[in-house]
């Protein structure tokens, strides 16, 4: 396969002094499955592409989301696929010739042909408002031959039709026999200002390529569609589309903001938020666990798998106030509840549903059948599903749905989420056990195939984040008062947390009986985070084994779950300079494009800096507001509208120890508890402009209404 990027490429970052450059080159390499792993990546939310070169060919990866091969069997014939290729053909260029600019402020992405006296450059950006893509094409000095086709892989599974209308070359790509549901996928090309497919570009003259594409889910006759659409498109109609694109991503980097002075953490920063801006808008068809489909051979059918790599880089999203990024994680999980309600049913003989390790959307379920003869154990398998023993993605699933919920407190999007919360602690209500006063999980791997598990850490984290998530939503929206009796018992006497003694400390045990320990992940820390089981109001004793537990580790970069582990030891108060450091370290250990190195999994680590700053800057685990809470002393920062428990948007300001400028903007009237940022010191609050009363004390609170706008000084 070719690879997608053979030389240097450079970004445009986000840093303190504004967008600087940053330059890399010396790509590293990757495995064949993940050929987008460090390359430039574009996108819409819904047509996301990527770049690279090789052997003369510059070749775009085109890619729609909603583009799959969608029947429930794990054979490998099904997952996300990709819609075709543009290949643009140069002659006298080589690998060591390339190089490539990224704009992270609108995506724009120029890659740069050079040798000698002559150069090529390609610009390319994804529409964000239209299924529209452009590159223009100009050289400098010496004229340069360039052809241009739209291809796609061959796969026997696939149909494939192309044709050419009046100088505009289409592809049509579909999926249609032996499947569940039916995909198709259609692409129109033209040179806007050129009437051929070979080109001999004259120094100092532009060539437009457009392209469009369209599916099968958004328009009935997609081909119909991008035929027309790129009929309308000439050198005068580019301008409209371009100024819409910029503005719409100007708008994107208003919704919240940071600034800490760390050029590179910055980078990353922003760099994770693009890579999420770029991928996720589809409500129907979030992105798979890489992202960008390069290939219809994606590792691990690029599902969505349910044990963290799906909902990980969803994290950062929801106190970064980018929730029309973040919702999309929704749909596949509802999508499934009744192959879900089966297997609870089925397997478990209990209500509510039961999820196996990986799913696509629309209810289809990549990993069913999947062929015993590649595990070890016929186990994992159970009535057609993998599970590899585990009782807790579905549980898991709900992590993001909590945190959306307790930043918004949406009613429209509370009953939205309310069947599928609903289901799960139905499940977990009959799969309990209640012995000596306590509610005991059995038979639940902690980790793929480690066994049938006595109550799993991770899965006691999970369960008590769906109770109490039940518990608030039912509250919120007056539905089944008369359960929360049941399920406020189940939260009382819930198993409490396995705890070891290692090399003389204290700390967490994966299992109370099974798993007592684990070398390569972070899976006994996730109660803290992303279950929310623990944090800085907890009790003492329980928040010391929690330091002690993230000492022992230190899987700062583990491959499977750093996405986590940064943020529970920021959730317990581990040392915050400790942290800071490590998590320059890991924002240094990346692609030029942001992905982790020799990271095998995709997308999930792309905001894990973004998480982690928010949460330094501002936390509200437990709907108390704690400001600069993990930032070091002596760093100087600031951030505005992160989003917070109890749907507050938070504004603050620390400069040489001095918090100042504390706003807070109160979308649902509800109660505030803030730790005071100034202890020992009184506060004034001011309420719409007007002065109001004065709180004192380590943690003050007082009401709000619906949209007030709450600024806080010190006395």
């Not at 409490?496 to 003389?504: A, V, W």
Request: charged letters at 25%; glycine letters at 6%; proline letters at 5%.
């Amino acid at each position: 396969m070719m690879k997608v990027l053979s030389a240097a490429f450079l970004l445009i970052i986000c840093s303190l002094s504004g967008w600087s450059q940053n330059i890399w080159t010396k790509p590293p390499s990757r495995t064949p499955n993940d050929v987008s792993i460090d390359a430039p990546l574009m996108g819409n939310g819904d047509v996301t592409m990527s770049v690279g070169f090789k052997e003369g060919r510059l070749r775009y990866y085109l890619s729609k989301n909603d583009f799959w091969r969608l029947k429930s069997k794990g054979d490998g014939l099904s997952g996300p696929r990709v819609v075709g290729f543009l290949d643009i053909k140069t002659e006298g260029f080589t690998d060591d010739n390339f190089s490539a600019e990224q704009l992270l402020k609108n995506g724009v992405t120029s890659c740069l042909l050079k040798k000698d006296k002559q150069s090529l450059t390609a610009r390319s950006w994804v529409s964000a408002t239209e299924n529209l893509i452009f590159i223009e094409l100009s050289t400098s000095e010496k004229p340069a031959k360039v052809s241009v086709r739209l291809n796609a892989p061959e796969n026997p599974q696939a149909k494939l039709k192309t044709g050419e209308t009046n100088n505009v070359y289409w592809l049509t790509r579909s999926f249609e026999d032996s499947v569940d549901i039916k995909t198709e996928v259609s692409v129109a090309l033209k040179t806007i200002n050129h009437r051929d497919s070979i080109i001999l570009l004259q120094s100092g003259q532009k060539i437009v390529v457009a392209l469009a594409i369209e599916s099968r889910f958004k328009k009935s006759a997609p081909l119909d569609d991008v035929l027309k659409r790129i009929a309308k498109l000439d050198e005068n109609s580019v301008k409209p589309v371009w100024d819409k694109h910029n503005a719409w991503w100007e708008c994107y980097w208003k919704k919240s903001s940071i600034t800490i002075e760390d050029p590179i953490l910055m980078k990353a920063y922003q760099q994770g938020q693009y890579t999420m801006a770029a991928c996720s808008r589809d409500l129907t068809f979030p992105p798979g666990i890489f992202g960008f489909t390069t290939t219809d051979k994606p590792a691990w059918n690029g599902d969505y798998h349910l044990n963290y790599n799906f909902q990980a880089p969803f994290y950062a999203l929801y106190a970064a106030n980018r929730l029309a990024q973040a919702e999309p994680h929704d749909a596949p999980l509802i999508d499934f509840i009744p192959r879900g309600k089966w297997y609870a049913k089925n397997i478990s003989n209990a209500r509510g549903i039961l999820y196996p390790v990986g799913i696509g959307p629309m209810g289809i379920e990549v990993t069913r059948d999947f062929p015993s003869k590649n595990y070890l154990q016929r186990k994992d398998i159970e009535q057609g599903g993998l599970f590899f023993g585990q009782r807790s993605n579905a549980a898991y699933g709900l992590l993001n749905m909590a945190q959306q919920w307790r930043c918004t407190y949406d009613e429209k999007y509370g009953k939205k989420i309310y069947p599928y919360a609903l289901a799960i602690v139905d499940f977990w209500e009959d799969y309990l056990k209640l012995e000596d006063d306590k509610y005991v999980i059995y038979g639940d791997a902690i980790h793929e195939g480690s066994g049938h598990d006595k109550n799993p850490i991770l899965s006691l984290g999970l369960v008590r984040n769906a109770f109490e998530l039940i518990v608030d939503l039912s509250t919120s929206l007056k539905i089944d008062a008369d359960r929360q009796g049941k399920w406020k018992d189940i939260l009382a006497r819930l198993s409490d947390f396995p705890t070891q003694l290692r090399n003389g400390k204290k700390i967490f045990r994966y299992t109370e009986q099974g798993v007592d320990w684990w070398p390569d992940n972070g899976l006994g820390i996730q109660h803290i985070y992303p279950s929310n089981a623990i944090n800085l109001d907890s009790n003492p004793e329980m928040l010391t084994v929690a330091n002690n537990t993230i000492d022992e580790m230190k899987r700062w970069q583990d491959m499977n779950t750093s996405s986590s582990f940064f943020m529970a030891a920021i959730r317990i108060g581990y040392d915050p300079v400790v942290v800071l450091n490590e998590l320059r370290k890991y924002a240094q250990h990346t692609y030029p494009n942001g992905f982790q190195l020799n990271n095998p999994h995709g997308i999930e680590n792309s905001c894990t800096v973004a998480n982690a700053l928010n949460e330094m800057l501002c936390m509200s685990v437990g709907n108390v507001i704690r400001l600069f809470n993990g930032l070091p002393k002596g760093q100087n920062a600031s951030f505005e509208n992160i989003r917070a428990w109890g749907a507050f948007l938070v504004s603050a300001n620390r400069k040489n120890e001095i918090i100042s400028n504390v706003n807070i903007v109160s979308e649902k009237g509800k109660t505030c508890v803030l730790v005071n940022p100034w202890p020992n010191k009184k506060v004034l609050v001011i309420r719409n402009g007007k002065k109001s009363e004065r709180l004192q004390g380590d943690k003050i609170s007082f009401k709000t209404k619906i949209n007030e706008v709450i600024q806080l000084q010190v006395l």
